[in-house]
């Protein structure tokens, strides 16, 4: 029953900003890491930014400096922060979590995709 809901994706000019959202769709799970993902036609799905349980970061090359991943655990969703945007960010953005239930039973799930694309 639990989903990854992801949102925040669009239509923007170079040097624009986005910030997408996932959100887990129920309370009795917890996101305890994730990361962001994205996917441009013809090329393999890559790793953009991960964050721990313990809110350690990491980015790929591309978007160091750039992009920032971070946690409300309040609102149980992690976020993914755009900014400097390029065409080559142009991609499909997914989502990936751990989340962990109530009986802490942990379990990764995929959020459905945003697509984000970058004029020049």
């Known amino acids: 029953q639990v989903q990854l809901v992801e949102s925040g994706g669009g239509l923007v000019q170079a040097g624009e900003s986005l910030r997408l959202s996932c959100a887990a769709s129920?309370?009795?799970?917890?996101?305890?890491?994730g990361g962001w993902y994205r996917q441009a036609p013809g090329k393999q799905r890559e790793l953009v930014a991960a964050i721990t349980g313990g809110d350690s970061t990491n980015y790929s090359d591309s978007v160091k400096g750039r992009f920032t991943i971070s946690r409300d655990n309040a609102k149980n969703t992690i976020y993914l922060q755009m900014n400097s945007l390029k065409p080559e960010d142009t991609a499909v953005y997914y989502c990936n979590a751990d989340l962990r239930n109530g009986f802490l039973n942990t379990y990764n799930y995929w959020g459905q995709g945003t697509q984000v694309t970058v004029s020049s």
């Open positions: 129920r309370s009795f799970f917890r996101i305890v890491a």
